[in-house]
Nanobody, 123 residues
Framework: VQLQASGGGLVQAGGSLRLSCTSSKRTASNNGMGWFRQAAGKEREFVAAISWNGGSTLYGDSVKGRFTISRDNTKGTVYLQMNSLKLEDPAVYYC?????????????????WGQGTQVTVSS
């Protein structure tokens, strides 16, 4: 499974971005998916995860109420809608897929990773 993340860019604080993660295989529609982020000099941080059918979602404490994860299995794509972006949100955002059907907040439970997309927030 190859994952391609896109949608990053520069946005002002308070603004919005939508990230997309497209899978090379439709079989990824059976997998739990997640978004993680890593800022320079920091450890990788869990952002959000979603089950194979979108029925279950998880969010990191720092993004709850601001970010929304969703998926469209007909397109093999998972989205991360990011609203009310803050100055502490800038990072490289990675999407990941795991063989299990539910999402997880643990990076080590994911089997496939995308290349990351940079999100920058200006004041």
């Amino acid at each position: 499974v190859q994952l391609q993340a896109s949608g990053g860019g520069l946005v002002q604080a308070g603004g919005s971005l939508r990230l997309s993660c497209t899978s090379s295989k439709r079989t990824a529609s059976n997998n739990g998916m997640g978004w993680f982020r890593q800022a320079a000099g920091k450890e990788r941080e869990f952002v959000a995860a979603i089950s194979w059918n979108g029925g279950s979602t998880l969010y990191g404490d720092s993004v709850k109420g601001r970010f929304t994860i969703s998926r469209d299995n007909t397109k093999g794509t998972v989205y991360l809608q990011m609203n009310s972006l803050k100055l502490e949100d800038p990072a490289v955002y990675y999407c990941a897929a795991r063989r299990g059907s539910v999402g997880s907040s643990y990076p080590y439970e994911y089997n496939y990773w995308g290349q990351g997309t940079q999100v920058t927030v200006s004041s």
